[in-house]
């Protein structure tokens, strides 16, 4: 299983941060990409930084015969459309487009010349933004480090 998150917190091309959503979804679903799944969407107040606005924020599942750093690199082109701009780590964006499990792999690199890809996602275990909506679309799901469910894992952060 392929998953991907998507977050947003400004309007940008595309409009409000659910309007970047849903069309992030349309894009997503093209050419060598199929989306399977994708879960509800949820309003959470942001991560790391907090003067910013809330995000919206999904999980979709995706299938594709694309490398991950191929995906990786079309989820780049689809957050250049969008109106995204690099700039403060957790900073607000009009969209965040991650890969947070790519069929199991435990992977870090990078392509030639191209961006980081750390696989399973480094940021899975704290941030109940991802897996509240991997537990609705896909219950089955286990971590590829430590095969707990993520519900488990939503149990854990919420104890803490
Ligand atoms: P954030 O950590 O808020 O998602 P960015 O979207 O700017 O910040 O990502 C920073 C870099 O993280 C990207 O340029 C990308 O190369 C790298 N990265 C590493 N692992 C992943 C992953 N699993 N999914 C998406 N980006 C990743
Ligand atoms: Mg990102």
Redesign the pocket.
Known sequence: MILIAL?SNINGPWGSPRETLARAITELNRGPVRIARVSSLIVTAPF?RKNQPDFANAVASVETHLSPISL?AR??VI?RNAGRK?GL??GP?TL?????DYHGLIFTG?GIG??????????IADRSFVLAPIAEIAPRWRHPRTHQSAKAMLARLNQN
């Open positions: 977050g790391g990786l989820l780049h957050e690099r780590r957790w964006r965040d487009l991650d890969i947070l990078r191209k961006a980081s890809l750390t696989l399973p996602h480094a940021g």
